[in-house]
């Protein structure tokens, strides 16, 4: 019951807090109009910072055509204006307006491609440029927009006239100032932190006084203190968002060296961080671990960044800020949650999976998360969320977090884990290990979750017991009747088979293979869809061990590696 009344009143200052948010945020915003924004207009660009998104010239082409194949879906515009279409997928929208394809027309590396870009943000100047509203207007959007405006200027403005040359300085000095302002009432999120980048940017792209580049410079500087964690994540535990801001923070860094400008204070420092944490991530193959929030990365977009990384040095053996494990043996890496979600806006993408983890040996990933979609959908979003899209156990067939499906509040969390105890299980010359109790279940069925795990010094096999306890601790009662199911879901590509002896056995295609034991219960193959896959979600397979707590107030379970993989494979 106590713990019911904590989730009430956490949600109840919740959406107070976001009463006064709102209410704050009217209040420093104003009347939005476009004559409010309206000043002088640039006389040039200083400068053109590079974008580090790969581009595909092919994509220009269709481009060209009418074909816009963004944000996980096509759309043919049959030669009209793609930005007086009513489209509703709104994914496509926000990529659309974004304007990050502006970079495969620069990859065509051509005369038409330039026009066609020219044309199209000519368009979008006409039909929305002083309509301060909607998903064009977001914060985030126009965030992406202007650094892809800055960064391919020189192709846009290639050959203009200069009818365009000042419609495009003036509204890219209208959109600065409109995002400045509306930065003042943003919430401390990602969506801020690139806002900030944006109008640094600006601040070195547009001809700025000394006092208006060191305000922008201290803004930024200020989000590395308020976002980036000691240990380089950020504070929403998103791997992901790594990644993003540091393809938008390696250009300004550069454009700041460049100018002979002096970079943000914190800005130098913050980014080294943030590539040790980038690389705690990584599993062995080089992907990326998928934990809240994080999907699929392709090889060339997360190269094109760490590229970049001039630190060195192993993974840490924990993220203790961030609570996340990395427990390394040889070429084997296992990752694993151990974190409470964050407050706020910044639990907007956290995914209830404490205590889940992933495992991956040299080319192989073996046990994953589902992840999220690459591309934004609706359902598939909320279906990865849930504590059954983790290789952790579900109580009762519920979630650890509860997620608000307010429109008011936005997906943030609301209730579920609200403290996470972690202990070390590292015996030297033995094995690496962690143990580690989350308090998801306390509130809704008066249990604790324990996950122990650990990863024995030869690399070839992985001991880990679940063990459900009452508040005070002690054993569950013989006769609770919570159903619990431990789930392992297994990477697409890894192949499930399951011996007459009931023993699971993955193998991947070059013929590395690991067994997968339970004591005293019955694994089970089923079904599974993973959703972190660039060509969308894929069917895959899961094991799941199925149990009460009555019965099985702890279960144990291994994961032995059986044959290594093929020579030159």
């Known amino acids: 019951m106590t713990f019911s009344i904590l989730d009430s009143q956490r949600s109840a200052y919740l959406y107070g807090a976001e009463i006064w948010r709102r209410f704050a945020r009217r209040m420093a915003l104003g009347r939005i109009n476009a004559m409010r924004f309206a000043g002088g207009v640039p ?122 040359y000042r419609r495009f300085l003036k509204s890219i000095a209208l959109q600065a100032r409109y995002l400045r302002h509306v930065t003042l009432a943003l919430p401390g999120d990602a969506t801020r932190f690139r806002a900030r980048i944006a109008l640094a940017m600006a601040s070195l792209c547009l001809p700025s006084s000394a006092g208006a580049v060191r305000s922008a410079s201290r803004h930024l500087s200020t989000e590395f203190d308020l976002q980036i964690l000691p240990d380089g994540g950020h504070i929403s535990r998103n791997p992901m968002i790594l990644i993003s801001l540091l393809t938008d923070l390696l250009p300004l860094r550069q454009t700041y060296i460049n100018l002979g400008q002096k970079p943000p204070a914190n800005m130098i420092a913050g980014m080294d961080r943030m590539f040790s944490a980038l690389r705690f991530f990584r599993h062995s193959n080089g992907e990326l671990a998928l934990f809240n929030g994080a999907s699929a990365v392709s090889a060339d977009r997360l190269l094109a960044v760490l590229r970049y990384d001039e630190t060195s040095g192993a993974a840490f053996r924990e993220m203790p800020h961030s609570h996340y494990q990395r427990l390394t043996t040889g070429n084997v890496v296992l990752i694993a949650d151990t974190g409470s979600p964050p407050k706020g806006n910044a639990s907007a993408t956290i995914h209830a999976g404490c205590l889940s983890f992933e495992l991956s040996s040299g080319l192989n990933r073996f046990v994953v998360n589902a992840g999220a979609p690459v591309f934004f959908h609706p359902h598939h979003a909320e279906f990865s969320r849930l504590t059954a899209a983790h290789s952790t156990v579900t109580l009762n067939d519920s979630s650890s977090l509860k997620i ?124 599974d869809v993973h959703f972190a896959d660039l060509a969308g979600a894929r069917t895959s397979k899961q094991i799941t061990l199925t149990f009460t707590v009555g019965e099985h107030p702890q279960i144990e379970w291994q994961l032995i590696r059986t044959t290594l993989p093929r020579s030159g494979a």
């Open 404 to 527: 608000s499906h307010s429109s008011f509040l936005g997906p943030i969390v609301t209730g579920g884990v609200r403290r996470v105890t972690v202990q070390s299980r590292d015996q030297e010359g033995s094995h690496l290990g962690f143990s580690a109790t989350q308090d998801g279940y306390l509130s809704s069925l008066r249990l604790l979750h324990r996950r122990e795990v650990k990863l024995l010094a030869s690399g070839h096999e992985v001991h880990g017991s679940d063990q459900f306890l009452r508040p005070d601790e002690s054993a569950p009662v013989s006769s609770d009747s919570t159903v619990g199911i431990a789930r392992f879901h297994i990477h697409p590509k890894i192949a499930v088979t399951q011996d007459e002896s009931g023993v699971v056995h993955l193998t991947a295609s070059d013929g590395e293979s690991w067994a997968f034991i339970a004591n005293d219960l019955n694994a089970e193959i089923e079904d």
């Open 43 to 164: 006389d040039r660009l200083v400068v053109a910072p590079i974008d580090l998104r790969i581009a595909d010239s092919h994509i220009a082409e269709e481009i060209y055509s009418g074909r816009f194949a963004i944000g996980g879906t096509m759309v043919d515009t049959g030669g009209g204006s793609p930005f007086q279409m009513k489209i509703a997928n709104q994914a496509f929208v926000r990529s659309l307006n974004g304007f990050g394809w502006l970079r495969h027309m620069r990859a065509a590396d051509h005369d038409l491609a330039f026009a066609n870009a020219r044309a199209l943000v000519d368009d979008w100047i006409t039909v929305q440029g002083r309509d301060l509203g909607g998903l064009a207007y977001d914060p985030d959007v126009l965030s992406n927009r202007l650094i892809a405006w800055f960064s391919h200027s020189p192709i846009v403005l290639r050959g203009a006239d200069h009818g365009f």
